[in-house]
């Protein structure tokens, strides 16, 4: 079912898909992170001997991958760059791809550079028994190896050169998108991570449907293991001690991305409808800072891209402005913002997966992208109805009511207090939240909002009791989340736009009727309320209304 967005502006859509975008996978082998565990390893590598289980061993472990590495790169002119601190390593690797056009499967960059990992560190009694061994985190060398593969694309895979060779696996499910449209003869443009035209929309949304089905478990297990020993860890274990020592990759789902694209026919149009959206929600869910990328001034009325099944994808240059709305709940970040000429797009992005309480083996990765699927919708309707907000009849008169909430009976919502006017505005910002919020989220908010810390936790309490009692908002079941219904979201920001921007600049005008300096920026909200203050001055003087005393 599409969001709230998607429907509102559907007439100006020639399309939409959704698609997993980045994927990090943790590679980890279970065994050796135990101290036990690692000194089975070791006597399984070595006869089953520990004599040599010690520091200088491990060292000279973590010398020979990087002497192998080197070597086979020289031998077969795959390049070796040590990477300066904070250099970003991806734009290294895909300038090579630019300049490489013709790099076929395999291994074609590796980019060397320190990083924090697990290492183990050996102590030993005087007469020469293990008496301690302990994991400690050490910068140590991390080899980033990118791998061109013929279904998933551009795939990185980042390893430690230290035992137990922690690895993490990075891959683009964009990437993969395109190599099965390909496959098709679907054609498309792409521009890095995302499809900026595409021939058959609904073609390509089922090439996208299939990261989010429980095949995509083995899909991403075949493309890890056909890579990850025979490319990677044989530098520092070849394939006969990899068997003899039974290491084996096990799989956690450590980020992903998820993202819904909506492609507009009118790039002009897109513009105009995502920066009215972003003027008018920024303040409502407390966005302090917009982060914009300048390029070319004008996007495009129409699409000029020449589609053909004889190209398979065209990668441009970002040229115009990109104005990027992001919010952040923890270890998740809902963002959307333009892309390229004609797509908008909505990304629900989990920096860690611990944060989703789902589980992160790798079986539970078609878990983890419903749960952010679900996120995602959650974050487009919720914008929406921020956006467009109703006033139904009589909520006017029915908001200062008392209500009763099980057996006690609760006091009304009084617009005029300006502490409920901060609840309810605190209440959607946090409205967008994935999870709902807490008793302390809303107090934590208003703080923030406010500048004040006079407001308590228990005052949020009573003021949630209040709200509940007038279905503003729920909390389902017996849990202590706490979440906004879309219907309930429209009500809270009509009362506020009312309140704040409709009946106080009517106040206003009241008490000085003549006219200031005009605005150095006149906009049509400026407009607007000129016309409206020289109109309702008519209705005053009819209506005898004035600030002065008789």
């Known amino acids: ?201 609904a073609g390509l949304a089922q090439f996208a449907d299939t990261l989010s089905q429980p095949a995509a478990i083995g899909r991403l297990g075949r493309v890890c293991d056909g890579w990850i020993y025979s490319a990677c860890l044989c530098f520092g274990l070849d394939l006969a001690d990899q068997q003899s020592s039974r290491f084996v990759y096990d799989y956690a789902v450590y980020q992903v991305e998820y993202s819904r694209n909506l492609l507009f026919r009118s790039g002009a149009q897109m513009e105009a409808t995502f920066d009215a959206i972003v003027d008018r929600t920024r303040r409502r869910l407390d966005v302090p800072t917009l982060r914009t990328l300048f390029g070319t001034y004008r996007r495009p009325r129409t699409n000029h891209s020449e589609l053909s099944p004889r190209v398979a994808a065209v990668t441009e240059t970002p040229k115009y402005g990109l104005t990027i709305f992001k919010v952040h709940f923890g270890s998740l970040t809902l963002k959307g913002y333009t892309k390229g000429e004609h797509v908008l797009r909505f990304e629900a992005v989990c920096h860690n997966t611990k944060a989703l309480g789902t589980g992160r083996v790798l079986d539970r990765f078609p878990d983890i992208v419903a749960r952010l699927a679900g996120m995602l919708e959650r974050f487009c309707t919720t914008l929406d109805c921020v956006d467009v907000a109703f006033v139904p009849d009589g909520i006017l008169d029915e908001l200062p009511q008392p209500s009763v909430m099980g057996r006690t009976r609760v006091g009304g919502v009084d617009l005029n207090k300006a502490r409920t006017r901060s609840t309810l505005a605190a209440v959607i910002a946090l409205a967008a939240a994935p999870d709902g919020f807490s008793v302390a989220d809303l107090a934590n908010k208003v703080h923030a909002m406010t500048a004040s810390t006079t407001y308590t936790v228990r005052q949020a309490a009573y003021d949630l009791r209040k709200l509940r009692g007038h279905e503003l908002v729920i909390k389902p079941g017996r849990t202590r989340r706490y979440h906004v219904p879309p219907q309930a979201a429209r009500t809270i920001t009509a009362l506020l736009v009312l309140r704040e921007h409709v009946i106080a600049p009517i106040l206003a005008g009241v008490r000085s009727p003549r006219r200031g300096r005009k605005p150095a920026h006149w906009t049509a909200v400026d407009r607007d309320y000129e016309t409206i203050r020289t109109n309702m001055q008519a209705l005053f003087d009819d209506l005898a209304l004035t600030t002065q005393a008789a």
């Open 1 to 201: 079912m599409p969001d709230e967005i998607s429907a509102r502006y559907g007439e100006l859509l020639t399309g939409s898909y959704d698609c997993v975008d980045r994927v990090v996978l943790n590679a980890y082998f279970s065994l050796a992170h135990s101290p036990g565990g690692f000194r089975v390893w070791w006597r399984r590598l070595h006869g089953d001997s520990d004599a040599e289980l010690d520091n200088a061993h491990l060292m000279r472990m973590a010398g020979r991958f990087s002497r192998r590495l080197r070597a086979w790169a020289a031998a077969k002119g795959v390049p070796v760059i040590d990477c300066k601190a904070g250099e970003r390593k991806h734009l290294v690797a895909e300038a090579y791809l630019a300049e490489h056009p013709g790099a076929g499967p395999g291994v074609f960059m590796v980019l060397v550079a320190r990083a924090p990992a697990t290492t183990w560190d050996v102590e030993r009694s005087k007469n020469g028994t293990i008496c301690n061994l302990a994991k400690k985190k050490s910068f140590v060398n991390h080899y980033s190896f990118h791998i061109l593969d013929p279904t998933w694309g551009h795939v990185t895979i980042k390893m430690a050169g230290h035992p137990p060779f922690g690895a993490q696996v990075i891959l683009n499910g964009h990437d993969h998108v395109a190599c099965l449209a390909k496959a098709a003869g679907v054609a498309f443009a792409k521009e890095g991570n995302c499809f900026t035209a595409v021939a058959d929309p």
